[in-house]
């Protein structure tokens, strides 16, 4: 092998942290090198062609330490000087703006405001976790009718999570529809009263009595009397 020929090793390897999860290579051009061999912690991560490289999908708030080896597409040089960083940590903080929206007898919607570097969110329906989602409106569904349920929200990335849950929200499911009340009866009871009766109708709550198209009265009872008549 003709000396004049091998790769020299790289020289002014600088690392510097773009963010989180992702640290930035580069150094100067070498002689005799068509590419270069980047290695992490002794382990080749990658070959470029580049005098810059990018490495992503790091852990947050760790220490890397890299070297650069020439390659002539035969042999390699000895390593550079040793460059290390430190990613940054990644806080997350807790969303804000949730509400919960009662949309039908079985469904409740949740939205809140994005938060910044989440790349989910966890719903909690108290201790629980409910869904992991991505987006920031999630709709809750198969609950009970005429319930009331309560959800908080977290921020998560790559196993981190907002350390507090955002405020309690709480929304209670729309009633079912009453039953149309059946074996209504009217009964004089004398000559200016009439006694109404009929049975309970499911899911009822209260009764509207109508004469014609106006509004009578409301009772929560099967009975009413209906006075003052002609």
Aim: hydrophobic share 35%.
């Amino acid at each position: 092998v003709n000396e004049d020929e091998l790769p020299l090793a790289p020289e002014n390897v600088v690392a510097t942290t773009i963010d989180e999860f992702s640290i930035e290579l580069s150094w100067s051009k070498a002689q005799n090198a068509t590419s270069y061999n980047v290695y992490r912690n002794d382990e080749l991560i990658a070959n470029v062609k580049d005098t810059t490289y990018v490495d992503e999908n790091l852990a947050h708030n760790t220490d890397y330490c890299y070297v650069v080896r020439s390659y002539n597409d035969i042999l390699e040089s000895v390593p550079s000087a040793k460059a290390c960083a430190k990613t940054d940590k990644l806080v997350l903080t807790t969303p804000e703006n949730v509400t919960a929206v009662a949309t039908s007898t079985t469904s409740i919607v949740l939205s809140w405001s994005k938060v910044e570097k989440a790349a989910g969110y966890n719903i909690y329906r108290g201790e629980d976790i409910v869904d992991v989602v991505a987006d920031t409106t999630y709709t809750v569904e198969g609950l009970d009718p005429s319930t009331e349920y309560c959800y908080m929200i977290t921020a998560i990335n790559r196993g981190i999570e907002s350390v507090e849950k955002s405020d309690v929200v709480c929304a209670t499911t729309l009633d079912l529809l009453p039953a149309v009340p059946t074996n209504l009866k009217a009964e004089a009871t004398s000559t200016s009263s009439v006694k109404l009766t009929w049975d309970a109708s499911e899911n009822a709550k209260r009764y509207y009595i109508y004469s014609g198209d106006s509004l009578v009265a409301k009772t929560t009872y099967t009975t009413y009397n209906i006075v003052k008549l002609e």
